[in-house]
Structures are given as C-alpha cells and as structure tokens.
C-alpha cells in the first residue's frame, strides 16, 4: 500500500515556475515508477509526465517538454516536478500516481494523491 500527498500548488503569474512534491508512506516507494497528471475544470484527466522507479528513464506529455522536470528522491520518498514558463492553460488540479513499470496510462496507475490546484493567471 502506497499513501500519496501532493504539495507546493498555488496561484503564480503567467511565465512563473512552481515545483510541486509528492511524499510517498511505506517502504516500498523505490519499487513504483511515479507519474504526474492534470485535470482542467471540464476536461479529463491527462498524463504530464512520468519516471521510472530508478529515475533513468522519464516521458513528457508534448505540450509540457522543456517546461517541466519530473525527479523522485527515493530516500525522501518523493517525487517532484518543477514546472517553469507556467501557461494559463497549465491550470489544473495536478495529481501524482504510483503504479508498477513506468508509463502514461492513468488506467495502470494503482494509487493517487488527492490533488493540488495550479493557477496561472496574471
């Protein structure tokens, strides 16, 4: 079982950076690759971006390559994502996943974080 806390949302200013973090409980954090994903107001929920349990290997929904970084720190048990040159279209709840072999499929994820707002808006 794997209990998933996001952090660090709020509201910035278009052309912004915000980093957001994921602490992870139990033991087991290094054996789950983690994911990042968002859900604007009347949309569905879409990956952002996703790491492999040893950090090596990393995906990037399109419209976010170059803006964001995704990392984990497996003896914090976290996983973060910087978002810089923030867009008023990046607003959404951001959740992170852990699931089992890395990839974008939400379906596959087995454990979310309950969400933290994103506001880009000047």
């Known amino acids: 079982q794997v209990q998933l806390v996001e952090s660090g949302g709020g509201l910035v200013q278009p052309g912004g950076s915000l980093r957001l973090s994921c602490a992870a409980s139990g ?26 349990r040893s950090g090596l290997v990393k995906y990037y929904e399109d419209s ?10 497996n003896v914090k048990n976290s996983v973060y994502l910087q978002m810089n040159s923030l867009k008023p279209e990046d607003t959404a709840v951001y959740y992170c996943a852990a699931r089992v072999g890395v990839g974008k499929d939400s379906s596959e994820y087995e454990y979310w ?10």
């Open 27 to 52: 033991r087991t954090f290094s054996s789950y690759a983690m994911g990042w994903f968002r859900q604007a107001p009347g949309k569905e929920r879409e990956f952002v971006a996703a790491i492999s």
């Open 64 to 73: 976010v390559k170059g803006r964001f970084t995704v990392s984990r720190d």
């Open 113 to 122: 974080g309950q969400g933290t707002q994103v506001t880009v808006s000047s």
